[in-house]
């Protein structure tokens, strides 16, 4: 009952009919099988992204080409997508990274002179805008994610829309085909959603975030990636896994009116506000704030900082009970190892590399207030020399 609720109320919101998975992996997994690809066909995604990207695409037989990222934006690099391009490219995944949509429009320039799908990730950007329209209105095909950290958040969730007729039928069947999770794993969910209700706060983020990886990794616990998600890329058991009532119940929460506005758009616009308190502070202590191209509405999800020694950043951060995001610690986050298994070739992608040896995300969800915006203003200025900026600088590899 409240899944048909939910499907109406985002179909309200963004003016597509939603195709409801259990994350956002499986509604890529989903898009992607609707393109009717062919084994060893190429995919193209950007040098800076979650391993659960690429995984969907190995489990179909088909392989991931990593592109690297624009300095300023984190996006994928649309001045680098052609050398890519060979026979074999079908798919270009156009990611919004932090909130921040790629630039589309050329990316779609490349995709009809090559006949290729355009795919957007709008994991990270339920509610930007690009050139006034609303990510998930722009590709052919749009997955979003409503996991934990994300803009709305079920617990865990993902959402597949398309703009096109012949994807929305496959799209149909397919999650008509999903495989019903079980009453434990519905279980489960409620029990975590019932616990970040009643516990989460930026204080205990740091205990909360430890035991919640611990107990995934160990395949105790729904969490976000399972250990064995992250240790080769190879299809798990019914990966194919539709969408609860628990999960549309959550996330009808986020369409709800407030004196007639969605609460999903006053949350984005917190997030934009703590994001400018952020510019304030980084430009008294004479950084550039994060670019923000003329093309876009950035939606903030997370804040970039580049800083020379993230190690020591981070335990000074929980040593001072400051929340700070680790998005990504890898090109294919959270990956360290065994980069060939997801067809990655560490060096070949050196802005997406630096970034993700350098990069830390301050908060910017509905749980920071003015007080805690304080005390990362003075945790800021206290490391002030330990920051490089918002940007991936020219003269990065004076940082290594
Ligand atoms: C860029 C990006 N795309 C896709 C996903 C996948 O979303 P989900 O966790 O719902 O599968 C993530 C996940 O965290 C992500 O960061």
Not at 71 to 76: G, H, K, Q, R, Y
Request: one cysteine or more; hydrophobic letters at 35%; glycine letters at 6%.
């Amino acid at each position: 009952m409240y899944v048909e609720a939910f499907r109406e109320s985002f179909k309200q919101y963004l003016g597509l009919f939603p195709f409801l998975f259990w994350k956002g992996r499986v509604a890529l997994y989903s898009i992607l099988k609707s393109l009717d690809l062919k084994p060893g066909d190429e995919v193209i995604l950007p040098a800076f992204t979650c391993v659960v990207v690429p995984n969907p695409i190995i489990y179909l037989g088909l392989k991931p080409i990593y592109v690297d990222i624009d300095p300023l934006t984190f996006t994928i690099n649309v001045e680098e997508i052609e050398k890519k391009i060979t026979e074999r490219t079908r798919v270009l995944i156009a990611q919004n990274t932090f909130g921040l949509p790629a630039d589309i429009d050329p990316i779609k320039g490349i995709a009809e002179k090559y006949n290729l799908f355009v795919v957007e990730d709008a994991a990270h950007g339920f509610g930007s805008k690009y050139k006034e329209k609303k990510s998930g209105t722009l590709a052919d095909a749009t997955f979003f994610s409503t996991q934990w950290n994300k803009p709305f958040s079920t617990g865990i969730g993902g959402i597949a829309v398309t703009t096109r007729e012949d994807l929305a039928q496959k799209l149909k069947k397919l999650e008509e085909q999903a495989v019903k999770p079980s009453l434990k794993e519905e279980l489960f969910l409620k029990t975590l959603l019932k616990v970040r209700e009643k516990f989460l706060n930026p204080n205990v983020y740091w205990s909360a975030v430890k035991i919640y990886r611990k107990l995934s990794e160990w395949n105790l616990i729904l969490g976000s990636s399972q250990g064995y998600e992250l240790e080769k890329p190879v299809e798990p058991p019914n990966f194919l896994k539709g969408f609860t009532e628990t999960q549309a119940k959550e996330g009808l929460k986020y369409f709800q009116k407030e004196n007639g506005e969605y609460k999903i758009d006053k949350l984005i616009k917190h997030r934009q506000k703590v994001a400018s308190f952020y510019k304030e502070i980084l430009t008294d202590l004479g950084f550039e704030p994060p670019y923000e191209p003329p093309y876009a509405e950035h939606t903030y999800l997370k804040f970039p900082l580049l800083v020379k020694n993230r190690e020591k950043i981070f335990r000074l951060a929980e040593e001072n009970r400051i929340e700070l995001g680790d998005w990504f610690l890898s090109p294919i986050h959270p990956i360290k190892r065994n980069f060939h298994l997801w067809y990655y070739r560490y060096g070949e992608n050196p802005i997406g590399e630096f970034a993700s040896r350098h990069i830390v995300n301050l908060p910017t969800h509905e749980r920071i207030d003015e007080n805690y915006i304080d005390r990362i203003a003075e945790f800021l200025r206290k490391n002030k020399d330990e920051i490089i900026g918002c940007a991936v600088p020219k003269d990065y590899e004076r940082y290594e």
